[in-house]
């Protein structure tokens, strides 16, 4: 029996120590599991943040990890890698693993037992981070920018406004100081009562809004961070920022600053070509 990948991201580590517990190779390279690691793997379901890269050693030996990304094993021993994995997260009857592909085959060094150290590219993982935080803060921002859109009530979102985050995205990209989020403003939206005639018409003004809010939060210096209800990769992981309107908490696999204060902006511009598909791009600057 395997049992799940002990993680150590949520924590903002980008080293570690561990034991390799497989290694398979496949016709996207070589995956290597190992029983904890510091690497945060792209999600299988919902890929918005991507996995770490970085290195795996032992002794004078260094192998680059292209990727980190999800892996399972299933009680009969079906083992599937990323969007190969046919069940979602956290199903019973699978356990859960980080992998860390490699390219080409596994230098001999690096086999089932084989005792190594794991690093993160730690600038690439920082940019993935505030990327990462900038998309959360941007889609509250543009919660709280179109709360009066509402004719009826869509649910509140982490800081009590009405979520449209939650009724409309469909999808959510983060790359390094970024992120693209798509929002799906099609009838079922407006059936659920939001103004998108008015939206569109208020357009410029809506983006002022959200760039707004964003200054002022950054100006106020909250903290963030990532709580977890254990240590293992399927372990459930929150988001929690400190904002002046009070304290929001969001479900997230992702990693984050740790204080606003490490931005020195973040912005969004809005796009909707397409009238139905609204397309949110999130810049953040760190502070140099
Ligand atoms: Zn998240």
Redesign the pocket.
């Given at each position: 029996m395997s049992t799940p990948t002990i993680v150590s991201f949520a924590g903002g580590a980008t080293t570690g120590e561990g034991m390799v517990t497989r290694v398979e190779s496949g016709p996207d390279g070589t995956v290597v599991v190992v029983d904890a690691t510091p690497f945060h793997p792209v999600d299988h379901t919902w890929p918005?943040q991507p996995g770490d890269a970085g290195a795996i050693a032992a002794g004078d030996e260094t192998v680059p990890v292209v990727e980190a990304l999800m892996a399972a094993v299933s009680d009969e021993s079906e083992f599937a890698v990323g969007s190969d994995i046919p069940v979602k997260r956290g199903t019973e009857g699978w356990t859960w693993l980080v992998a860390h592909r490699i390219d080409g085959a596994a230098p001999a060094w690096l086999d089932k037992g084989s005792r190594v150290r794991l690093s993160v590219d730690g600038s690439r993982r920082e940019g993935l981070s505030r990327g990462?935080t900038a998309c959360?803060l941007a889609s509250l921002a543009l919660d709280l920018a179109v709360a009066d859109l509402w004719r009826k009530d869509p649910g509140a979102d982490a800081l009590g406004n009405p979520d449209f985050e939650g009724r409309a995205n469909q999808s959510s990209r983060i790359h390094e100081d970024g992120a693209v989020d798509e929002y799906r403003l099609g009838k079922s939206l407006r059936r659920a009562g939001f103004d998108t005639e008015t939206f569109a018409a208020t357009l410029a003004d809506r983006e002022q809004r959200i760039n707004a809010q964003l200054t002022g939060w950054i100006a106020a210096g909250a903290t963030s961070r990532v709580e977890t209800e254990g240590p293992t990769i399927v372990d459930r992981r929150r988001?929690h920022c400190e904002l002046p309107e009070g304290e929001a908490v969001?479900l997230?696999g992702?990693t984050h600053v740790g204080s606003l204060s490490e931005f020195s902006s973040i912005s969004v511009s809005l796009d909707l070509t397409d009238p139905q598909l609204l397309v949110m791009t999130t810049t953040a600057t760190p502070v140099v």
């Open positions: 918005d990462h959360h988001w969001i997230c992702g």
